[in-house]
């Protein structure tokens, strides 16, 4: 009898601390050995010239999110994770949102009927909190945290979603009695409203104006406000989805402080710049990249990475929020060609993340392998809870494992893409490095851009507390 199920052999393993060449045996869906010369494997994978390396956890994703009179999302659970494992992630971290009078417990089994049954990758849900009346806070909080639901969104922005200042400090205030780590989108409502309306007086309605009523000062300036606010309650949080430089000087700021502030980046922010949202002349194809905060300039990119080399960034996640662009139910439906304002917000991109990072990151010199593990995997499971057991390679964590071929070249292009979407905004982008095979709990997921997985084969995922974020009371 084989000692065990799967062995992968001759790559060279790679975690957020080692790069080292190894042999890593699979059994009942664990790592259960990393060594030199493993034997006795029912199944063997050559993984020769390649890199093994931990699945990739996405903690920053949307799915089936309720659409608000605007166009449906592009992906449900099925679709949304079929493009994850297709592009080496294991993980998905998507949000369960709770519309404004709507019970937060019940928003979550929502989501699970949603996602129970057609997931091909593990996934838990960050709680999206638009109503933070007493009873969530004071009860159903408390104990969705307990459940497994350990971190929250809190958004700055949006019609149906914006917190009030009062009520971000008491959404921070639970959080800290809970330990519960909060994700917060930082723009400010009121400017944006206020430039919106200004821009459509001018005329100025096309998707690139979108741009044009959110700049980098209004990032900034709720950046500094959701600083400050987590330094008067002393609760931890997460700035996610950072666009340039103003923001990040904000997050660099509070971390040299010695305050517990944390940063999210994302592909758009060092790919994508506002010209994309002109189209080729100012047009609607422009509202492709129609994502908040919008994607600014080159300069930003610099200052991005600046972020992400210097450690002010700590996760780099997809904010994979995916719209049609053509059609009615699309990102230019009838009431959007009106103006950017009804332009549904989002991209798709949890298929492509790793490899625009690994291209630009490691291929172009700028990171390590072993920083791109921390920050497309390892992280993530430390910051929400998965750590131990996901996001490394290493005796006891699940099989959840994908083989990279860095020397490979590709483009990336909407007919290698599996989500829902009708396009991909990184179209025509030339990469070094794709994902060749992923592994879930020990089983051969996706090969090539073949599915082998099955709906239902991802599993919920109740998370600890982050080690980020302990509960405190005062
Ligand atoms: O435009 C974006 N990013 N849409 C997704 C929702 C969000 O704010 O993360
Ligand atoms: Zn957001
Ligand atoms: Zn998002
Ligand atoms: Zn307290």
């Not at 959080?175 to 989108?185: E, F, K, Q, W, Y």
């Not at 929400?384 to 990279?404: C, E, M, Q, R, T």
């Not at 990469?431 to 599993?459: D, F, Q, S």
């Amino acid at each position: 009898m084989s000692k065990y199920d799967l062995i992968i052999r001759g790559g060279t393993v790679v975690t957020a601390a080692d790069t080292i060449r190894a042999d890593v045996a699979i059994h009942a869906g664990r790592i259960v050995a990393v060594a030199d010369r493993l034997s006795g494997g029912t199944r063997e994978i050559d993984a020769g010239g390649l890199l093994v390396m931990p699945g990739g956890i996405d903690s920053h994703v949307h799915l089936a999110q309720p659409a608000f009179g605007g166009p449906a999302m592009a992906d449900d659970f099925e679709s949304g994770t079929r493009s994850a494992i297709a592009g080496g992630t294991t993980t998905i971290l998507p949000f369960a949102l709770q519309p404004r009078g709507a019970s937060l417990r019940q928003s979550v089994l929502d989501y699970h009927k949603e996602a129970d049954g057609k997931s091909y990758c593990d996934y838990g849900f960050h709680l999206i909190i638009s109503d933070p009346t007493p009873s969530v806070l004071g009860q159903e909080l408390p104990a969705l945290v307990a459940d497994g639901y350990t971190s929250f969104k809190v958004f700055m922005t949006y019609d149906d979603l914006v917190l009030n200042d009062r009520q971000l400090l008491e959404v921070f205030d639970c959080a800290r009695d809970c330990g519960a780590l909060v994700m917060v989108h930082c723009e400010g409502y009121d400017a944006i409203r206020f430039m919106t309306e200004k821009l459509e007086r001018a005329g100025k309605t096309a998707p690139y104006y979108h741009a044009a009523s959110r700049p980098a000062s209004v990032e900034r300036e709720a950046t500094h406000r959701a600083i400050s606010h987590a330094e008067l309650v002393e609760v931890p949080i997460m700035i996610v989805h950072v666009s340039g430089r103003e923001p990040m000087e904000q997050i660099r700021w509070a971390q040299q402080k010695g305050l517990k502030v944390y940063g999210e980046t994302c592909p758009q922010y060092i790919a994508l710049t506002a010209d994309d949202l002109k189209g080729l002349n100012m047009d609607e194809s422009g509202g492709k990249y129609v994502c908040s905060p919008p994607p600014r300039d080159r300069a930003s990119w610099d200052a991005i990475w600046e972020g992400i080399r210097t450690g002010v960034f700590q996760t780099f996640s997809s904010d994979h929020c995916p719209f049609f662009y053509e059609g009615n139910q699309g990102k230019l439906n009838p009431k959007a060609r009106t103006s950017f304002r009804w332009v549904p917000n989002g991209i798709p991109g949890v298929e492509t993340r790793l490899q625009i990072l690994f291209s630009k990151g490691v291929v172009e010199g700028r990171i390590t392998l072993n920083d791109f593990v921390a920050l497309t995997s390892t992280n993530h499971a430390k910051m929400y809870g998965l750590y131990p057991g996901k996001g490394s390679i290493a005796p006891g964590f699940d099989a959840d494992i994908v083989i990279w071929d860095p020397n490979r070249k590709e483009t990336i292009r909407q007919e290698l893409m599996h989500h829902g979407a009708d396009y991909t905004p990184y179209e025509g982008i030339a990469v070094t490095g794709w994902p060749i095979m992923t592994i879930l709990r020990g089983k051969l997921v996706a090969e090539e851009g073949r599915i082998l997985g099955t709906p239902g084969r991802g599993r919920f995922l109740k998370r600890s507390l982050s080690p980020f974020a302990e509960p405190r009371h005062s």
